[in-house]
């Protein structure tokens, strides 16, 4: 039977499979590079408790949404909100690629190919969840989440520039 990440359940279990899927959990990568940071674990257990995931699915969705911010925020911007959010660097090494396979891949790249703009950018989203073991429905969970722990970090200026990056 093929791991929980490559089924189509939407959330899958903490196991060695689950563990294949997404790597070693936050915390022993933490542990590993020296980082392990109360800010930090605060915003990835926010995620896992608000959406009922994993650390390893809280790590990729969130570096997911972080890819977007990088893409859609100036280099000043975004190493504004990067201070903010200890590890950030990590968080977008734990998200997987949002292009290519499956249908949510495709359709992102084809509606970007065609300058389709917030809409390419949640097929694109999707795509990337959806390697997670996780379903669309699930972006505006971990949006609402991040975008609550950036404000709370770095207050209302940083949440602003944020909000209108996602078009919010």
């Known amino acids: 039977m093929p791991p929980p990440c490559l089924s189509k359940r939407s959330m899958p ?5 689950t563990n294949r899927c997404y790597g070693e959990s936050g915390s ?8 392990g940071d109360r800010t930090m674990s605060e915003l990835i257990q926010q995620l896992v408790s608000a959406a ?3 650390e390893g699915q809280a790590e990729g ?3 997911l949404l972080l890819k977007l911010l990088q893409d859609k925020l ?9 201070a903010i959010i200890p590890n950030a660097s990590g968080l977008l090494e734990a998200a997987p690629d949002s292009g290519g396979g499956g249908l949510m891949g495709v359709l992102g790249g084809l509606v970007s190919s065609f300058g389709g703009g917030k809409l390419g950018d949640l097929a694109g ?5 959806s390697k997670l073991g996780l379903n669309a429905d699930m972006i505006s969970q971990f949006s609402s989440v991040l975008l609550n722990y950036i404000q709370s970090q770095g207050g209302e200026g940083v949440a602003a520039l944020v909000k209108k990056a996602l078009g919010q």
């Open 61 to 63: 969705g969130s570096g």
């Open 52 to 54: 009922g995931v994993t």
């Open 13 to 17: 279990t903490e196991s060695a499979d």
């Open 28 to 35: 022993s990568r933490a542990a590993k590079s020296g980082q």
């Open 74 to 82: 100036s280099a000043g911007d975004f190493s504004q909100l990067s």
């Open 125 to 129: 989203l999707a795509a990337g969840f």
